[in-house]
C-alpha cells in the first residue's frame, strides 16, 4: 500500500535592482509557519474563509524563523501583485518592493500573511539596506 504525505513547504526567489541593475538573485526555502499549516487546515474545512494570501512583509528582526512565529518587527506592507498556478501543487505569490518604499532600513525579514492577519511563512537570511536606488521584486511558491 502506497501511503501519501502532504507536505507545505514555500520557495522564496528575490531579485535586487541597483539604479535600474540587476545585482543580486537570492532564491532558498522558507519556514511555513504553524499558524500557516492551520490556515491551510481551516480553508479546507471551510471554517475560516478569510485565511487566503494576500501580503508580503518586509521587518527587522533577522532571528531564524520558528514554526511559532506570528509576525515581523516593524513590518511595512505591501499587496502581492499577482497570483499564478504555475505547477500542480504549486501556488506562486508575486510582490515588488518599489523605489520610493520602506526606505532608512536594513531588511531582515520576509513574511507572508493571510487577508485576516495571520502569518503564514516567514523568511530571514538576506538582509538589504533598503534606499531609494534600491528596488526589490520577487515571488514567494508554496508548494504542496
Known sequence: ???ENLKVKGRFEMR??????????YI???????AGRNAVAELLGNTSPNKFITEIKFGEEGTPPSSLDTGVLNPFTKAVTAVSYPA?????FDWTLELAENNGV???EYGLFCSDG???????????????LIRLEGSWTILF
Do not use: P, Q
Open 106 to 108: 536594513t531588511i531582515k
Open 118 to 132: 495571520t502569518m503564514f511563512a516567514r523568511k530571514t537570511g538576506t538582509d538589504v539596506v533598503k534606499t531609494n
Open 16 to 25: 535586487t535592482f541597483k539604479d535600474g541593475v540587476l545585482i543580486d538573485t
Open 1 to 3: 500500500m502506497k501511503t
Open 28 to 34: 532558498d526555502n522558507n519556514l511555513v509557519v504553524a
Open 88 to 92: 500542480i501543487g504549486e501556488v506562486k
